[in-house]
């Protein structure tokens, strides 16, 4: 487990993570009902893209560390520690990267009716999942779980092909007003094969 304070004595806190933080904690806390329920990392944002989604997710469940870290750009809230649910596309998953998602929240058990057979959350499904509490989902490097997942047969179709709509319905559940508080972070990539295109 990542010391987090640690980790920040050691990292520089870029523009663009400035930029991230202050987004994500508007939309966390409530203070920016206009604040996007889902962002898109490029390298672009200064730095690398996993190490900007570490100090989001550090933050989000160290409310302690909050001030001290963005106090010279953003007034943190009381919000107090947020739920949160990461995924790196190197894990393989019985129940799909939403069910990983789903038990890492420690609720495993709403999405039941969706692993025999296995098929995608709607976003409907989505919400029932996350509404009510602040929550950040993070998604890394889903090109190799996508590329693996082109080869696992779920009836007439792929497990990447399930994930890739259950990926596209989870951000429609974040930007759709009902979830003002939940906030999905994926990176940017390019997936080896075509048909895949950066969610």
Known sequence: MMDAKEFFAENYVTEGMRHLLTEAFSRLEGKNQNASGAYLLSQSMGGGKTHN???????????????????????????????????????NTAYGIWGEIAGQLKMQRAFEHLYAPLQPPSDDDWIALLEGQPSLIMLDELAPYLDNALGRQIGETTLADLT??????????????KLPNVLASHTAQQYAHTQYVCL
């Open 53 to 91: 989604l570490i100090a989001l997710g550090l933050l989000a469940r160290r409310p302690e560390l909050r001030n001290e870290v963005m106090g010279s750009f953003y007034e943190p809230g009381p919000l107090g520690s947020v739920r949160v649910a990461a995924f790196s596309g190197s894990k």
């Open 164 to 177: 890739v709509r259950a990926l596209a319905n989870l951000l429609v559940a974040v930007s759709s007003g």
